[in-house]
């Protein structure tokens, strides 16, 4: 038996420098830009209901996330989780940096810069319970591919990575589908017999085919033995069923259609017209040292290659939407699209990978791709800090907002401890405009914008609770049904109003919006 600390030494010289310059980068960027958020107590309107939530979310597919999510306990510790989320991610950078074969420091730092700050990471962020658990969700989305590009049958241990990464969220499926036909078109790329490459990129599609299918038996296993069925959160319970809602066809046309919407004005790629400049410049890098190659190897002579340009760029909008595939009515937000930033990683890696087959044509392009990615690490994390800003000055908001209200709650004659509430979570816009003045930044970032945290009377209950040191008996949707068309409810005025709170038979009737006007 070997002792610990030749273990240690062991370890040391396996660990590929490049593997550790990558999870370096990734692991200090990503505390820099996100230790604002790490070190607060913030949290969004979902991260309300869960500051101690045991992640049992079998009813939404993920039948994993408890594990993953373990680790840190099931209490929302920001710090803790977002040092696990770090980790992780370091992982994937390394895991990355060895799937795309990157071997120049420039490289390196700038995919991992991308990865931990592209805006999407921010978002997740703001769901800060579940955070370590996504991340490790995306780091065996990486490992999928990465074994089956580099092992032999690296297919079948690709396939369980994959299940556990669906188990876990079933949105980073697109990452590994986008990293698989990269992989797969680099392939084609090369020099070598055509079987050889057809029987290698097959791979991709066992471990795709396997992974899913394993995904999906566990599902079914753990729903029979828990007695529950998927629930209709997000369309999950219409699994690949919902395109008989619109259509093959119509499926796919929503699909290229939300592709480029997101990608020309999803105002996350690019907000502002230095980073607009920086995504542009990366393109041209990537189109240049293409068509340096092409001339080359001589591509334009083989039809073969054009054929295979044309289904790759096809393929492209498709594998990056594919959970519209799997359920079209899906509300389709930002932490569901972490995928973008492969388009980004993948440019950087192929300019630095082929740039140097030109030594003197290839330079240019070559630094034209280490500017334009290193001015987009900057400005995404200059994004992800603006989105954090205004979390903090919604939560802000928020009480100050519920410490007006509890006040008027407590002030009101025949108040007393238990009495029941009835009332909802949306703050009134006409009684209290809009005060978001990040908007223009942070309008696609799911969870960051907006003004304050309430959207539900369990909202208002779970936060005056854990935060005012309050409990209120508020009552559940259902006991409020024929609230909104009683006659003296419609009467009132909208908070803080005068006339905002009544009590009425023993219920004490809190009217926030005046939805009835």
Request: with cysteine; hydrophobic share 50%; net charge neutral.
């Given at each position: 038996m070997i002792s610990p600390a030749e273990l240690f030494e062991t370890m040391r010289k396996k660990i590929k420098r490049e593997w550790k310059l990558a999870f370096l980068t990734a692991f200090f960027i990503g505390l820099a830009v996100h230790m604002p958020v790490m070190l607060s107590d913030i949290p969004n309107h979902d991260g309300l209901g869960s500051l101690y939530f045991d992640q049992n979310m079998i009813t939404s597919g993920r039948w994993f996330l408890m594990i993953a999510c373990g680790f840190s306990s099931f209490y929302s510790i920001p710090w803790v989780i977002g040092l696990l989320g770090m980790f992780f991610l370091g992982l994937a950078a390394a895991a990355l940096t060895e799937l795309l074969e990157l071997k120049k420091t420039w490289a390196i730092v700038a995919v991992s810069g991308l990865l931990v700050t592209f805006p999407a990471l921010a978002s997740v962020f703001a769901y800060i319970f579940t955070m370590d658990g996504y991340m490790l969700a995306l780091l065996l989305s990486v490992l999928a591919v990465l074994f089956t590009k580099k092992r032999k049958l690296g297919f079948l241990p690709g396939a369980v990575c994959l299940a556990l990464s669906l188990g876990t969220y079933q949105a980073y499926l697109s990452f590994a589908m986008l990293l698989a036909v990269y992989s797969i078109l680099l392939l084609a790329m090369e020099e070598g017999e055509i079987k050889d490459k057809i029987r290698k990129a097959l791979n991709y599609l066992y471990m795709g085919i396997l992974g899913v299918g394993l995904y999906y038996m566990i599902l079914q296993v753990l729903l029979k033995?828990?007695?529950?069925?998927?629930?209709?959160?997000?369309?999950?319970?219409g699994m690949a069923s919902?395109?008989?809602?619109?259509?093959?066809?119509?499926?796919?046309?929503?699909?290229?259609?939300?592709?480029?919407?997101?990608?020309?004005?999803?105002?996350?790629l690019f907000n502002n017209w230095l980073s607009l400049c920086a995504c542009v410049i990366l393109t041209l890098s990537v189109i240049v040292v293409a068509v340096l190659l092409a001339g080359k190897r001589k591509w334009w002579k083989n039809l073969w290659f054009f054929a295979i340009m044309v289904v790759t760029v096809a393929l492209l909008p498709l594998a990056t939407n594919v959970i519209l595939l799997i359920s079209p009515g899906v509300n389709y937000h930002l932490l569901m699209r972490y995928q973008w930033v492969l388009f980004l990683i993948c440019m950087t890696a192929f300019v630095s990978r082929y740039a140097d087959e030109f030594p003197e044509k290839g330079i240019f392009p070559e630094w034209a791709a280490l500017f334009a990615a290193f001015v987009l690490v900057f400005f995404y994390g200059i994004t992800d800090n603006i989105g954090y800003s205004n979390l903090q000055k919604r939560y802000e908001k928020t009480y100050a907002y519920c410490v007006r209200l509890l006040d008027r709650i407590e002030q009101t004659e025949g108040y007393y401890q238990g009495i029941p509430i009835a009332m909802v979570g949306v703050v009134g816009d006409r009684e209290f405009p809009g005060t978001d003045i990040t908007l223009p930044v942070t309008s696609g970032m799911t969870g960051l914008n907006g003004d304050v945290l309430l959207y539900t009377g369990e909202n208002y209950r779970i936060f005056i609770q854990n935060y005012l040191g309050a409990t209120l008996n508020i009552l559940p949707p259902e006991a409020m049904e024929e609230m909104y068309n009683n006659e003296e409810y419609v009467a009132m005025d909208c908070f803080p109003g005068e006339n905002s709170i009544r009590i009425i038979d023993g219920i004490m009737y809190i009217k926030t919006e005046n939805i009835n006007h």
């Amino acid at each position: 038996m070997i002792s610990p600390a030749e273990l240690f030494e062991t370890m040391r010289k396996k660990i590929k420098r490049e593997w550790k310059l990558a999870f370096l980068t990734a692991f200090f960027i990503g505390l820099a830009v996100h230790m604002p958020v790490m070190l607060s107590d913030i949290p969004n309107h979902d991260g309300l209901g869960s500051l101690y939530f045991d992640q049992n979310m079998i009813t939404s597919g993920r039948w994993f996330l408890m594990i993953a999510c373990g680790f840190s306990s099931f209490y929302s510790i920001p710090w803790v989780i977002g040092l696990l989320g770090m980790f992780f991610l370091g992982l994937a950078a390394a895991a990355l940096t060895e799937l795309l074969e990157l071997k120049k420091t420039w490289a390196i730092v700038a995919v991992s810069g991308l990865l931990v700050t592209f805006p999407a990471l921010a978002s997740v962020f703001a769901y800060i319970f579940t955070m370590d658990g996504y991340m490790l969700a995306l780091l065996l989305s990486v490992l999928a591919v990465l074994f089956t590009k580099k092992r032999k049958l690296g297919f079948l241990p690709g396939a369980v990575c994959l299940a556990l990464s669906l188990g876990t969220y079933q949105a980073y499926l697109s990452f590994a589908m986008l990293l698989a036909v990269y992989s797969i078109l680099l392939l084609a790329m090369e020099e070598g017999e055509i079987k050889d490459k057809i029987r290698k990129a097959l791979n991709y599609l066992y471990m795709g085919i396997l992974g899913v299918g394993l995904y999906y038996m566990i599902l079914q296993v753990l729903l029979k033995l828990q007695g529950k069925v998927l629930a209709d959160y997000q369309n999950i319970n219409g699994m690949a069923s919902g395109m008989a809602l619109t259509g093959i066809f119509g499926t796919v046309k929503e699909m290229y259609m939300d592709f480029f919407g997101f990608s020309l004005k999803g105002n996350v790629l690019f907000n502002n017209w230095l980073s607009l400049c920086a995504c542009v410049i990366l393109t041209l890098s990537v189109i240049v040292v293409a068509v340096l190659l092409a001339g080359k190897r001589k591509w334009w002579k083989n039809l073969w290659f054009f054929a295979i340009m044309v289904v790759t760029v096809a393929l492209l909008p498709l594998a990056t939407n594919v959970i519209l595939l799997i359920s079209p009515g899906v509300n389709y937000h930002l932490l569901m699209r972490y995928q973008w930033v492969l388009f980004l990683i993948c440019m950087t890696a192929f300019v630095s990978r082929y740039a140097d087959e030109f030594p003197e044509k290839g330079i240019f392009p070559e630094w034209a791709a280490l500017f334009a990615a290193f001015v987009l690490v900057f400005f995404y994390g200059i994004t992800d800090n603006i989105g954090y800003s205004n979390l903090q000055k919604r939560y802000e908001k928020t009480y100050a907002y519920c410490v007006r209200l509890l006040d008027r709650i407590e002030q009101t004659e025949g108040y007393y401890q238990g009495i029941p509430i009835a009332m909802v979570g949306v703050v009134g816009d006409r009684e209290f405009p809009g005060t978001d003045i990040t908007l223009p930044v942070t309008s696609g970032m799911t969870g960051l914008n907006g003004d304050v945290l309430l959207y539900t009377g369990e909202n208002y209950r779970i936060f005056i609770q854990n935060y005012l040191g309050a409990t209120l008996n508020i009552l559940p949707p259902e006991a409020m049904e024929e609230m909104y068309n009683n006659e003296e409810y419609v009467a009132m005025d909208c908070f803080p109003g005068e006339n905002s709170i009544r009590i009425i038979d023993g219920i004490m009737y809190i009217k926030t919006e005046n939805i009835n006007h």
